[in-house]
């Protein structure tokens, strides 16, 4: 974790580090949500940081911090259920030690504390004015995230909304539409979508689920895209992937 300079809010900082990150492997817009994962884990006080994106069909994770970030959060998917889809249906942020954790979601802790050093979440939605398009969760060790400022965490969440949003959607689209909702950036959507399909099945990042599907992609000479749809209307499983 990178400690924050005296002079930087923590949504100051978020915004450096988002725009210093220079990993060649989250340079594609394909995996800007890892990249919003990645900078808010340095700039808050937590030990791991996860996004994914819901709506009427959809609930899939895009993008964590690491590898433990990518399991955790994959967990809830899994398994139906954990602090995640609970702060989406309710719209508000819920702060859940394993105490509750335990007591709400029984197998989602079995499978936290057995694979993961995480022992508290924080789950955010994301969302502006206007729309809300998914979930920020942060995970700590302990029960460090009760020392987190929910405020200034609502502030980063309201941020990377924007930047999710603003990065698919044309100036011709209302702000009312969701992400994943704009025909003009249905390809690179789809292969959002994609990725997050083949994390959860696969147990993969999305950094290595994106990298599996160009693979496959390129040996069937095929354009990702429509690799990716394939995978969304599920008529290619991710397990194909690996053949």
């Not at 450096?16 to 990993?23: K, S, T």
């Not at 609930?59 to 990518?70: K, L, N, Q, T």
């Not at 029960?143 to 609502?154: I, K």
Request: proline share 6%.
């Amino acid at each position: 974790m990178v400690t924050n300079d005296q002079d930087d809010s923590p949504l100051e900082h978020f915004l450096d580090l988002v725009a210093e990150l220079h990993d060649p492997e989250l340079v594609r817009p394909e995996l800007l949500p890892e990249r919003l994962a990645v900078a808010t884990a340095r700039a808050l006080p937590v030990a791991g940081a996860g996004l994914s994106l819901h709506g009427d069909d959809l609930r899939i994770p895009v993008g964590a911090s690491d590898e433990s970030a990518a399991l955790a959060e994959r967990l809830q998917f899994t398994l139906g259920s954990g602090p995640c889809l609970e702060a989406y249906a309710l719209g508000e942020p819920l702060l859940a030690a394993e105490p509750v954790i335990a007591k709400h979601w029984p197998k989602y802790h079995h499978d936290l504390v057995a694979r993961t050093a995480f022992r508290s979440v924080a789950s955010v939605p994301l969302h502006d004015d206007l729309v809300q398009i998914g979930v920020l969760d942060l995970f700590g060790t302990g029960a460090s995230l009760h020392t987190l400022d929910l405020a200034v965490v609502n502030t980063v969440a309201e941020q990377i909304c924007r930047l999710l949003v603003d990065a698919e959607l044309s100036a011709e689209v209302g702000r009312s539409s969701l992400w994943l909702s704009n025909p003009a950036a249905a390809a690179r959507n789809q292969v959002v979508q994609a990725a997050g399909i083949i994390n959860v099945a696969l147990e993969l990042t999305a950094p290595r689920a994106l990298s599996l599907l160009r693979a496959y992609s390129y040996r069937t000479e095929r354009p990702v895209e429509a690799t990716a749809q394939l995978i969304v209307d599920g008529v290619l499983l991710p397990r194909r992937l690996l053949a």
